[in-house]
T-cell receptor, first 112, second 115 residues
Framework: GQQVMQIPQYQHVQEGEDFTTYCNSS?????IQWYKQRPGGHPVFLIQ?????EVKKQKRLTFQFGEAKKNSSLHITATQTTDVGTYFC????????????FGSGTRLSIRP | ETGVTQSPTHLIKTRGQQVTLRCSSQ?????VSWYQQALGQGPQFIFQ???????GRGNFPPRFSGLQFPNYSSELNVNALELDDSALYLC??????????????FGSGTRLTVV
């Protein structure tokens, strides 16, 4: 079945350092979304990428969608303590658009 | 304010019992998806409801069932509870089936513990 893997599983950085999480799908995705879940909270939608090779920025966050629409990345520049949480990618195949599959997530912790 | 309301927030059940979880979708959203999130894991897709019908299902057994009502609210029912059913159950509403520009709006979840 469709799988969405994320690496790394955990990332512990010094405040001010950069952070990147990578998402890889076993199948071509129709589009991909990114969510952030704070400790004890629920996933909150960040962004959606649709086009092959698309790059979008939100302040210090940069999201990329691969040319083959099978991989994606989220890069945070100069992390802040407010960035703490788990970041999930989520995608669906064209043939089953309702079945949004979440990645395993990358948990980001930050040393002040 | 999330816009999606789930009840109850916490629940403890005994193995073999049945449970019903409830979700009120965000205003204007006609699609509800349910996810199971075990500790330290990503949300696992259970099923989606659109226009009161199941519109896609993940790899969960038939003892996981659901309903959607005319006001788009939804219920998740789990029969014959097992210890492994202990998890955070998340409801997500959206403007339409599949992925949309605005993403899914998640509720705060119901923490189910099966003992």
């Amino acid at each position: 079945g469709q799988q969405v893997m994320q690496i790394p599983q955990y990332q512990h950085v010094q405040e001010g350092e950069d952070f990147t999480t990578y998402c890889n799908s076993s199948t071509t995705l129709s589009n991909i979304q990114w969510y952030k879940q704070r400790p004890g909270g629920h996933p909150v939608f960040l962004i959606q990428l649709v086009k092959s090779g698309e790059v979008k920025k939100q302040k210090r966050l940069t999201f990329q969608f691969g040319e083959a629409k099978k991989n994606s990345s989220l890069h945070i520049t100069a992390t802040q303590t407010t960035d703490v949480g788990t970041y999930f990618c989520a995608g669906a195949k064209y043939s089953s658009a309702s079945k949004i599959i979440f990645g395993s997530g990358t948990r980001l912790s930050i040393r002040p | 304010e999330t816009g999606v309301t789930q009840s109850p927030t916490h629940l403890i059940k005994t193995r073999g019992q049945q449970v019903t979880l409830r979700c009120s979708s965000q205003s204007g959203h006609n699609t509800v998806s349910w996810y199971q999130q075990a500790l330290g894991q990503g949300p696992q897709f259970i099923f989606q409801y659109y226009r009161e019908e199941e519109n896609g299902r993940g790899n969960f057994p038939p003892r996981f069932s659901g309903l959607q009502f005319p006001n788009y609210s939804s219920e998740l029912n789990v029969n014959a509870l097992e210890l492994d059913d202990s998890a955070l159950y998340l409801c997500a509403s959206s403007l339409e089936p599949g992925q949309s520009f605005y993403g899914y709006t998640f509720g705060s979840g119901t923490r189910l513990t099966v003992v």
